[in-house]
């Protein structure tokens, strides 16, 4: 999952915006949750898109986006799992 904040409440980097997956893994259901940094090494840079491992679970996963400067209430929305997502505030 790639983040864009809107630039307003949340930075364009969507720095600091905490992000819950939901899923059902062999008939059980989990949880996992990353959240969005920026670190930099001598000469590298992180990757700031959050990958998530799912196995073999659901064809969808629910995903719950607290963006950065709003922590009120989660963002929620469901995706395919192995792809992509590019994900705007």
Same mark, same amino acid.
């Given at each position: 999952l790639a983040f864009e904040g809107n630039g307003t409440s949340c930075n364009r980097d969507a720095a600091g915006t905490q992000v819950t997956v939901e899923s059902v893994k062999d008939g059980k259901p989990f949880r996992q949750y990353r959240e969005v940094q920026i670190a930099?090494?001598?000469?590298?840079?992180?990757?700031?898109? @959050? @990958? =998530?491992? @799912?196995?073999?679970?659901?064809?969808?996963?629910?995903?719950? *986006? =607290?963006?950065?400067?709003?922590?009120?209430?989660?963002?929620?929305?469901? =995706?395919? *799992?192995n792809q992509y997502h590019q994900i705007r505030q």
């Open positions: 930099n090494g001598m000469a590298a840079q992180n990757d700031m898109r @959050l @990958l =998530f491992g @799912l196995g073999k679970s659901s064809e969808e996963v629910t995903v719950s *986006i =607290f963006w950065c400067g709003d922590r009120s209430k989660p963002d929620q929305r469901r =995706f395919k *799992i």
